[in-house]
């Protein structure tokens, strides 16, 4: 098949960017949609041009590197997946194909279609983490926890950081990476202690980094590739109001 | 942390919002509840509107309703001002993610909130000066006639008409606001989340349905 891409470039920060049109010929129904830009590429290079950037690691949905505003919508067209679990059986012989990196003022394009999500590691610094001494690890019975709370806690600790809820965001809100985190951590008893901490240092972060607020919206939640609920945010917003009455 | 700065974070400022939103909401149940006496006859009418406004209490709650009006345009303009600079660079295609996968909540109402909102205030304006400051009609018992004002605005099917698009303009408002409220107070539950929101949409359609039906019913006795 043959698709036409319509790609963002621009050639550095803050340089000015528009979009570039460019024709995938010899494209294989069952690529991946990184691998249809893998041939873009290869053809852009024997040319001598610049091929297009765009970042990628694992390839299989676990890593959270690669995400691309694809017709639209942050990681395509697959309801949770992410970008590199696109393929190219999704889209139509000749069909238009429109290639757009994350947009947001804490998100900035450092080339092409990629974008410098730092702002997200500043978050977790500033409290995504339990404090606990090293040591020979606890016997898993000391602790129980029940089985509800642990899966939820799990769902919640699936997120792998991509920034498609920011980019999905009308708000380019990052609350709901921000509140999974929260919430991951504060169900479970090794992160009872930092709680009311941690949402007050996170959520200053957040607002710091120039993410916008949350409109209760939902998008978010329906282009995450881990399918993470809202009700995770409702949760950072009891936690945030429980720890001012502290 | 300094409770001025927690109220004035994004989950602060929506839970604050949130909180002079749905006081905003108490007032329209107790407002509709008030104004159904119409149907009434002029005498209901009258006496509850003039135990109402000749209540000292009255100035007490009008400055209370002022103060939730203003901090919830202040914050909401403050928040869409911030929100607008989070994403300075726009998408050259954009799309709903609800066909990827329909957990979204976004609707047409939830996009257009900031404008309904205005709309809203435009209406609370023009509203207020042409009943609260409006003309001054005397009962034969000497207290303010409001049952014949209203009769009066609306038997000029103009500002039925009128009035009828604000009501639906409030109706959107709701529609996400209600809601959207519970969210900003972290109420969430698997079992009451669906529950609050087919509530609070309800509660929205009865709102709009009694405001809507008020005007209406005034034309149809003036008519007559």
Known sequence: MTVKLRVWRQTGPGQPGRMVDYVAHNVHPDMSFLEMLDVVNEDLIRKGEDPIAFDSDCREGICGSCGLVIDGIPHGPDKGATTCQVHMR?????????????????????????????????????????????????????????KDVADQAMDSAQCIGCGACVAACKNAAAHLFTSAKITHLGLLPQGEAERSRR??????????????????????????PKEIPISNIARMNRDFLRALIR | MIPQKALSSSIGSKFLIALTGLSLVLFLVAHLAGNLLFIAGPDAFNHYSHSLISNPLVYGAEAGLLA????????????????????????????????????????????????????????????????????????AEGIRDLYRLQLAVFSDPTYVGFYLFCMAVIFFHLWHGISSAAQSFGIDSPHWTPRIIWTARLVTALLAAGFGLLPVFTFALSVN
């Open chain 1, 90 to 146: 999704r889209f139509t012989n000749s069909e238009t194909i429109t290639i757009e990196p994350f947009r947001a003022r804490a998100f900035p394009v450092l080339k092409d279609l990629v974008v410098d999500r730092t702002a997200f590691d500043r978050i977790i610094a500033a409290g995504g983490y339990v404090s606990v001494n090293v040591g020979g690890a606890p016997d898993a019975n000391s602790l129980p926890i029940a």
């Open chain 1, 199 to 224: 949402v007050i240092r996170m959520v200053a972060q957040m607002d710091g980094e120039g993410f916008g607020s949350c409109s209760n919206e939902g998008e978010c939640e329906a282009v995450c």
């Open chain 2, 68 to 139: 939730l009006f203003v901090l919830h345009i202040v914050k909401t303009v403050w928040m869409f001002a911030a929100n607008r600079t989070a994403r300075p660079e726009r998408y050259a295609v954009r799309k709903w993610a609800r066909k990827k996968n329909p957990s979204s909540r976004k609707t047409v109402a939830s996009t257009t909130m900031i404008l309904t909102g205005s709309i809203t205030l435009l209406f609370v304006i023009t509203h207020l000066v042409t009943f609260k400051f409006g003309p001054y009609y005397e009962t």
